[in-house]
C-alpha cells in the first residue's frame, strides 16, 4: 500500500510539475503577464493632459478623391442609402431630415451636390460679448476676433470637389456661413456646405446658387458668439459622424455620408439602382406623353 501511495504521489507531482513548465512557456512565449501588457497599453498620462485625438485623420489625394466622386456622379440620397444597406450600413450616415436644402431647384437640380468632407468645428464661446463702444473700437474688436478667435483656417484645404462641412455652436444664433465667404469657397472649388447649425443671408444664397444644407437661419456674426475649435477632425453633423475624405450626398432628400472605405462598393450599387429607376419612369414618362426632364436623362 505504501508503494502504490508512492508512486501516486510521483505520478501527482509530474503532472503539477508539467502544468508548471506549460505556465511557464506560456508566459514567455506571450512575453509579459496580464498586468505587465495593461500597464504597457496605457497611453502616457501627459500626453493625455496636453490633448490626444484618438480617431486619426486620413490623407487622400486630388486624384483619389476625384476618382471616388466620379463613381458617385448622378446618384441621389435614395440610391446611396440603398447602397449603404447592401453593405450593412442601414441607417448610418443619414442625416437628421433637420438639416435641410436651403433652396431648391427642381428644373435642373443644381441645389444637388456631391463632394468630399472637409471639416471644420466651432464652438460655442465663454468670452463676454463686445461693450459699447465707438465706431472704430468696434470695428477693431471684430477684427481681432475673426483673426485670433474665429477665423477660416479650413480654406486652404479646399479643392475642386470639396463638400465644407460645419460643427457649429447648436443654440447660438450665428451666420458662420454667408453670402460673401460661401461664394469665396465657391471660387476655390466648394461644391456645397453643409452645417449642422445655422447659415444668414439666405435670399442671397438662393440667388447665387451655392448649394447650402442647414437647420436654420442665423443671423448674427462669429465674434462674441463662437470660436473655431478644430480644422480636417472628426466632427458630428446632422447627428452623424463626418471624417475627413467621406463622401457627402445631399439633395432634396436630405444629405448621407458615405464612409470613404464603403465609398465604392456603395456607389457600384447604388448606380445599378439609378439606372433602373431611370429606365423604369422613362417608359412612364412614354406612357403618359410626358416630355423627358432632367431627372430621368
Known amino acids: 500500500m505504501e508503494a502504490r501511495s508512492a508512486k501516486t504521489t510521483v505520478r501527482v507531482s509530474l503532472v503539477v510539475l508539467i502544468g508548471l513548465l506549460g505556465a511557464s512557456m506560456l508566459f514567455v512565449a506571450t512575453g ?4 505587465v501588457a495593461n500597464q504597457a497599453a496605457k497611453p502616457d498620462i501627459e500626453e493625455l493632459r496636453a490633448g490626444r485625438n484618438f480617431i486619426p485623420t486620413k490623407v487622400y489625394s486630388a486624384e483619389e478623391d476625384e476618382r ?3 463613381l458617385f456622379e448622378g446618384l441621389r440620397v435614395a440610391d446611396v442609402s440603398d ?11 443619414l442625416m437628421s431630415p ?14 444637388r ?4 468632407a472637409v471639416t471644420v468645428r466651432y464652438v460655442p464661446t465663454n468670452k463676454p460679448p463686445a461693450p459699447r463702444m465707438e465706431t472704430k ?5 471684430v477684427g481681432n476676433w475673426y483673426s485670433k478667435l474665429s477665423s477660416e483656417p479650413f480654406v486652404p484645404l479646399i479643392r475642386n470637389g ?10 447660438s444664433d450665428v451666420g458662420s456661413i454667408g453670402s460673401n465667404n460661401i461664394m469665396g469657397w465657391k471660387l476655390r472649388g466648394c461644391v456645397g456646405v453643409v452645417t449642422g447649425s445655422t447659415a444668414r443671408d439666405t435670399d442671397e444664397i438662393a440667388t447665387e446658387k451655392v448649394p447650402l444644407y442647414f437647420s436654420k437661419p442665423g443671423r448674427g456674426i ?17 447627428g452623424v459622424l463626418v471624417e475627413p475624405g467621406d463622401v457627402i450626398v445631399a439633395d432634396g432628400d436630405g444629405v448621407i455620408v458615405v464612409p470613404r472605405a464603403q465609398a465604392r462598393e456603395v456607389a457600384e450599387y447604388a448606380k445599378a439602382t439609378l439606372d433602373g429607376d431611370k429606365a423604369g419612369r422613362r417608359k412612364l414618362y412614354k406612357k403618359l406623353g410626358l416630355p423627358l426632364d432632367d431627372s430621368v436623362k
Open 32 to 35: 509579459s503577464e496580464p498586468t
Open 68 to 70: 471616388i466622386l466620379q
Open 83 to 93: 447602397g449603404m444597406d447592401k453593405v450593412g450600413l442601414t441607417n448610418i450616415g
Open 98 to 111: 433637420e438639416i435641410h436644402a436651403a433652396w431648391k431647384d427642381t428644373k435642373h437640380f443644381t441645389h
Open 113 to 116: 451636390f456631391i463632394g468630399i
Open 137 to 141: 473700437a468696434f470695428d477693431q474688436w
Open 162 to 171: 470639396t463638400a465644407l462641412v460645419f460643427d457649429d455652436a447648436p443654440n
Open 222 to 238: 462669429r465674434p462674441g458668439r463662437n470660436e473655431v475649435e478644430s480644422v480636417n477632425r472628426p466632427i458630428v453633423c446632422g
